[in-house]
């Protein structure tokens, strides 16, 4: 059974900060690795995509990398913002075609 | 295209009622998937669709629930009866995945804006 670790699960910095978050995941089977911005009480919006034949990925001031062999992923955001303050969930397709695991997810937040 | 639909946005019943939840896909999706988010538990996938067939429904909690996908363009997920435990947002999310099956592709979900379900 894939399990998906979240660390820190919360987190604090001042604006202008540049920071990373952590995602590992136990079954390194993967079709895809995704990362999510979830506002309070709001859906889920889709942030960056990590093919598992890809290494990393950039949006922006958002880069996200993949490490299928010791089962990581990190989010690194550059010159954070307050409006950046959310939760940040990873989601791991795999090993099942189709079926994606979350972790908890990790709480930003960014003081002006 | 207007996204991943679903209705209602906020539903408050009694405990015993039945629950209809709906959701509408993103238009050519061929994966539908239904989840449940609470402050215990996180996210969960319950079940989710290939071309209107279920794949995998070992997320469904219990019998009280039930999901069904008439045609590409709508699913529901039912409650009966519906208990104080239920309570949660429920999410739907629809991907392409043509292909999903050669780790060469891969195709991002879409989540809709959830239900978020109180049964008293």
């Known amino acids: 059974k894939q399990e998906v670790t979240q660390i820190p699960a919360a987190l604090s910095v001042p604006e202008g900060e540049n920071l990373v978050l952590n995602c590992s995941f136990t079954?390194?089977?993967?079709?895809?690795l995704q990362w999510f911005r979830q506002d309070p009480g709001k859906g889920l919006t889709s942030l960056l995509l990590?093919?598992?034949?890809?290494r990393e990925q950039t949006s922006g001031r958002l880069n996200a990398s993949l490490d299928k062999s010791s089962g990581r992923s990190t989010l690194y955001i550059a010159a954070s913002q307050p409006g950046d303050s959310a939760t940040y969930l990873c989601a791991v397709e795999g090993p099942n075609a189709g079926k994606s695991t979350f972790g908890d997810g990790t709480t930003l937040t960014v003081k002006p | 295209d207007a996204g991943v639909i679903q209705s209602p946005r906020h539903e408050v019943t009694e405990m015993g009622q039945e629950v209809t939840l709906r959701c509408k896909p993103i238009?050519?999706?061929?994966?539908l998937f239904w989840y449940r988010q609470t402050m215990m538990r996180g996210l969960e996938l319950l079940i989710y669709?290939?071309?209107?067939?279920?794949?995998?429904d070992s997320g469904m909690p219990e019998d009280r629930f039930s999901a069904k996908m008439p045609n590409a363009s709508f699913s529901t997920l039912k409650i009966q009866p519906s208990e104080p435990r239920d309570s949660a947002v429920y999410f739907c999310a629809s991907s392409l995945g043509q292909g999903r099956t050669d780790l060469t592709f891969a195709y991002e979900q879409y989540f809709g804006p959830g239900t978020r379900l109180t049964v008293t």
């Open positions: 669709f290939n071309n209107n067939v279920p794949i995998d």
């Open positions: 990590i093919q598992s034949s890809q």
């Open positions: 079954d390194s089977a993967i079709y895809n």
């Open positions: 238009s050519g999706h061929d994966y």
